[in-house]
T-cell receptor, first 114, second 110 residues
Framework: NAGVTQTPKFQVLKTGQSMTLQCAQD?????MSWYRQDPGMGLRLIHY???????DQGEVPNGYNVSRSTTEDFPLRLLSAAPSQTSVYFC?????????????FGPGTRLTVL | RKEVEQDPGPFNVPEGATVAFNCTYS??????FFWYRQDCRKEPKLLMS???SGNEDGRFTAQLNRASQYISLLIRDSKLSDSATYLC???????????FGTGTRLQVTL
């Protein structure tokens, strides 16, 4: 199993450009989520999904869109990049439910917006 | 007030030392608690879950005090390889949604 994969690993954008960060998992996990990590802020939840066709907003959703057309994929779209979106983005997945299911993280995408 | 608070450190300790990290959380309805480990420029990985009765995994011991809304992690006989950032993580409400502390950095030296 590849686990959780993310592409690209690094990206530089200009202000106003749009792009999609890709995330895929091969563990048949129902739950997937996107976080951003900034110095001194910890990981903050952007959007999450409890299954194909279902998405919801997290703590910091503005400027980002998601969709979940399949169980495996959960892309994150930046609509019009801003310097404030410079961050490290992590995708994670886990089995759904209320038990203590471990969340598995991808290796991250380091995004710089100029 | 942040939902999950940790001392950012860094904690600089010699090899073989015992070190303890603390974490407090603000939502009394929080249901599950974890410690994750994050190496520099890598993704977080689950270190251990934290149970009310306390639990141990080798050199690592985790404790939960629900009355004080306080979580701890004790590392005994520190190794150089323990150098990392330790994230306190809490699950509250909707299944699988996690809230992360900002992390405590540990540096173990010779």
């Amino acid at each position: 199993n590849a686990g959780v994969t993310q592409t690209p690993k690094f990206q530089v954008l200009k202000t106003g450009q749009s792009m999609t960060l890709q995330c895929a998992q091969d563990m048949n996990h129902e739950y997937m989520s996107w976080y951003r990590q900034d110095p001194g802020m910890g990981l903050r939840l952007i959007h999450y999904s409890v299954g194909a066709g279902i998405t919801d907003q997290g703590e910091v959703p503005n400027g980002y869109n998601v969709s979940r057309s399949t169980t495996e994929d959960f892309p994150l779209r930046l609509l019009s990049a801003a310097p404030s979106q410079t961050s490290v983005y992590f995708c994670a997945s886990s089995l759904a439910g209320t038990s203590n299911n471990e969340q598995f993280f991808g290796p991250g995408t380091r995004l710089t917006v100029l | 007030r942040k939902e999950v608070e940790q001392d950012p450190g860094p904690f600089n300790v010699p090899e073989g030392a015992t070190v303890a990290f603390n974490c407090t959380y603000s939502n009394s309805a929080s249901q599950s608690f974890f410690w994750y480990r994050q190496d520099c420029r890598k993704e977080p990985k689950l270190l251990m879950s934290v149970y009310s009765s306390g639990n141990e995994d080798g050199r690592f011991t985790a404790q939960l005090n629900r009355a004080s809304q306080y979580i701890s992690l004790l590392i005994r006989d520190s190794k150089l390889s323990d150098s990392a950032t330790y994230l306190c993580v809490v699950r509250t409400g909707t299944a699988s949604k996690l809230t992360f502390g900002t992390g405590t950095r540990l540096q173990v030296t010779l």
